[in-house]
């Protein structure tokens, strides 16, 4: 088994990405450019995805005192694919009970119940985003969504813990790595200007990543305007001292990047279990994890 140290994680996401095993002077002159990219706020506005208006309406309705039922209903009705996956997952948890067959939106939204609608919801809009601006066939990208599913749920899992609400959680979770999502995306499309054969080397990739993922992610933020709470646990991931959602975004981040390292292989259960307990995933929340895993899978679908 190898030691216990996170690099190993960008090691597997970076699975399966087509690189040069060492990098040139050229590959040199283009992590410059790139970092200079990242480095300028102005530059780097450029390669961040606008915010979709429904993830606005979605977070406005989270934020409000007042939640209802028909302002979640009336931002579903707009995405068909989402309404048809919503009913889907509702018949789904009927079938087999000698119910009727539910075909409006509202009846699936009011069995399911509120937040696991709204969870749906997040999912579909995040993964949307990230397939209209990204490349969603990229095994890197893919890599990540999946990462971010399960640190998504793993915040879920948390909430209470940290006397969090599980919807903030969620959300953090599902966007906390679109700061890597850009940086990869930076350094992909400055090498295919240099034509065909033009590579980097993956080192280049966790240079990147150490020294800007999380100001990026955090940038994004800012130019999302998402609430000042969800900016702040962002920015706390570089830190020590964190308040709690911060914390709890890191300790599900890590409870993340464990469960691929111990599921490949690359850590044993003895290990696993010393490090989730750091991280504050006792047993029962890591058991509920694995339970949940074969039904988080989402692809990343360019017909989103």
């Known amino acids: ?144 969504w999946q990462h971010s599913l399960h640190c998504a749920t793993f915040n879920q899992l948390l909430a209470p813990h940290f006397y969090q609400d599980e919807l903030d959680g969620y959300f953090i979770g599902l966007v906390h790595d679109l700061g890597k999502v850009v940086i990869y995306s930076c350094m992909v499309n400055a090498f295919k200007q240099l034509g065909p054969g033009s590579l980097p080397d993956l080192k280049m990739y966790k240079v990147l990543f150490k020294e800007f993922a999380n100001e990026v992610a955090l940038f994004i933020a800012w130019q999302w305007q998402l609430p000042e709470d969800y900016c702040e646990a962002l920015a706390q991931q570089s830190i020590t001292k964190r308040n709690l959602l911060a914390e709890m975004l890191y300790s599900a981040d890590k409870a993340s990047e464990t469960y691929l390292l111990w599921l490949k292989g690359e850590m044993s259960q003895t290990q696993q279990q010393q490090l989730c307990n750091g991280y504050g995933i006792d047993e029962k929340i890591w058991l509920k994890f694995q339970i949940l895993v074969p039904k988080l899978y989402y692809p990343l679908r360019k017909s989103v």
């Open 1 to 144: 088994m190898r030691s216990n140290n996170f690099l190993n994680y960008d090691d597997l996401i970076l699975a399966g990405v087509t690189s040069q095993k060492a990098p040139n002077r050229l590959a040199m002159d283009v992590l410059f450019d790139v970092q200079e990219k990242l480095s300028s706020s102005t530059k780097l506005s450029h390669y961040i995805p606008s915010t979709p208006t429904q993830l606005v309406d979605v977070l406005k309705i989270l934020r409000s005192s007042e939640t209802k039922l028909v302002d979640l209903i009336n931002i579903v009705i707009a995405k068909p694919i989402l309404s048809a996956e919503i009913i889907k997952m509702a018949n789904s948890a009927i079938r087999g009970k000698g119910s009727k067959a539910i075909e409006s939106l509202r009846q699936a939204v009011l069995l399911l119940g509120l937040s696991k609608s709204f969870r749906l919801t997040l999912r579909f809009l995040i993964a949307e985003l990230i397939t209209a601006n990204f490349d969603a066939k990229d095994a890197f990208i893919n890599n990540v």
